[in-house]
C-alpha cells in the first residue's frame, strides 16, 4: 500500500479525479430519476475516482507502459488501427446490439445532443477507468503477470455485465445474450490493447468512435 499514498500519486490522482468529476457532471445532472441529491452523487463520484486514479497510478510497475502517453508518441500504425476497430465497434454494435437493446434500456441511449455528449463524457473519463484502467493495475499488482491481469481484467467486465443484464435475459434471445458476452470480452481486450501500446489516449479514441453512432443516429434525418 505504500505505493498509493506518495506524494507524487497522490497528486497526480487528485488531478485526474478532478477532471474525472468534471467532465462527468453533466451527466449526473441530467440523472432525471436519481435517488440521492446531486452534491452527494458528485462527491462519491470524485472520492470513487480518486480511489480508482490511485491504483492507475501507484499500482503499475515502473517498467510497464504509462497511463498517458503524448499523442506524437504512439505511433501512426496504432492510431490506424484504433480508427478502423472504433468503425468496425461502431458498425457491429449499430447492427447487432442496438436495435435490440435500445427499446429494453432506452434511458442508456441519448435522445439529445446535450444527452450524447454527458453520455459520451462519462463513458470515457469514468467507464474506461472503472472497467480497464483501475482493474489492470490492480490485477497486475496482485498476480504479478500481465497476461493474467489481461484476462482478469476482462472477466471483471463480464462479470458486470452478467449483472446489468440479469433482469433482460427473460426478454432476449439466449444467441443474444452470446453476442453481448462475446461483444464485451472482445471489447475488453481491445481497451486493453491499445490502453498498454499507446495509453489512455489510444484507448479513448477508439471508444469515442464508437460513441459517434449514437451522434450519427440523432443527426439522421426521421423517416
Request: aromatic share 16%; charged share 10%; net charge positive.
Amino acid at each position: 500500500m505504500r505505493s498509493l499514498v506518495q506524494p507524487g500519486v497522490l497528486k497526480s490522482a487528485s488531478a485526474a479525479a478532478l477532471m474525472t468529476s468534471l467532465v462527468c457532471f453533466p451527466r449526473l445532472a441530467l440523472w432525471s430519476d436519481r435517488s440521492r441529491p446531486l452534491w452527494f452523487l458528485s462527491l462519491t463520484l470524485a472520492w470513487a475516482s480518486f480511489m480508482l486514479w490511485n491504483f492507475v497510478f501507484g499500482w503499475r510497475p515502473q517498467n510497464a507502459t504509462l497511463p498517458f502517453q503524448a499523442v506524437n508518441a504512439v505511433p501512426v500504425s496504432l492510431w490506424s488501427t484504433a480508427t478502423l476497430a472504433g468503425i468496425t465497434g461502431a458498425l457491429v454494435l449499430w447492427l447487432f446490439i442496438d436495435s435490440v437493446l435500445q427499446p429494453l434500456m432506452p434511458g442508456d441511449y441519448p435522445d439529445t445532443f446535450e444527452s450524447w455528449l454527458a453520455m459520451t463524457l462519462f463513458t470515457l473519463a469514468f467507464d474506461q477507468l472503472f472497467l480497464c484502467f483501475a482493474p489492470f493495475a490492480f490485477f497486475l499488482r496482485l498476480v504479478k503477470n500481465q497476461r493474467v491481469a489481461a484476462g482478469l481484467t476482462v472477466l471483471f467486465g463480464v462479470v458486470l455485465l452478467c449483472a446489468r443484464i440479469k433482469s433482460l435475459a427473460p426478454q432476449v434471445s439466449p444467441f443474444f445474450i452470446a453476442e453481448l458476452f462475446v461483444w464485451r470480452a472482445a471489447a475488453g481486450f481491445l481497451t486493453l490493447y491499445f490502453y498498454l501500446k499507446g495509453g489512455a489516449l489510444l484507448a479513448w479514441w477508439w471508444v469515442l468512435l464508437m460513441q459517434f453512432r449514437h451522434l450519427i443516429a440523432l443527426l439522421a434525418p426521421g423517416p
